[in-house]
């Protein structure tokens, strides 16, 4: 499994942006399928995009297409989550997620490596 860690969480106002990045151990990062789950308190812990291993396709939630974007960058190992036009209801405990599957996931069940997860609060 690759070990992820997550930066880049923080306090921002409601309309703001942050963007938050993913660094993944291993030197075969370019085979994992990427993404990003989040969990507010009290609520379940829910999807929020993927983009598959080469980069050239990804997937949102509804709550976040438009305003969420993912990306990676396999020569740094990294996979980034730029979020804009944050609401209140965004707040909640980011999760950077890999699996070496080759579609798009969006269940948490179908990825085996998890980071640590970074806060993201909204304020309004």
């Known amino acids: 499994q690759v070990q992820l860690v997550e930066a880049g969480g923080g306090l921002v106002q409601a309309g703001g942006s942050l963007r938050l990045s993913c660094a993944a151990s291993?030197?075969?990062?370019?085979?994992?399928?990427m993404g990003w789950f989040r969990q507010a308190p009290g609520k379940e812990r829910e999807f929020v995009a993927a983009?598959?291993?080469?980069?050239?396709?990804?997937y949102y939630a509804d709550s976040v297409k438009g305003r969420f974007a993912i990306s990676r960058d396999n020569a740094k190992n990294t996979v980034y989550l730029q979020m804009n036009t944050l609401k209140v209801e965004d707040t909640a405990v980011y999760y950077c997620?890999?699996?070496?599957?080759?579609?798009?996931?969006?269940?948490?069940?179908?990825?085996?490596?998890w980071g640590q997860g970074t806060q993201v609060t909204v304020s309004s």
């Open positions: 291993g030197r075969t990062f370019s085979s994992y399928t």
């Open positions: 997620v890999a699996t070496q599957g080759v579609y798009i996931y969006t269940s948490a069940g179908d990825f085996g490596s």
């Open positions: 983009v598959s291993r080469n980069g050239g396709s990804t």
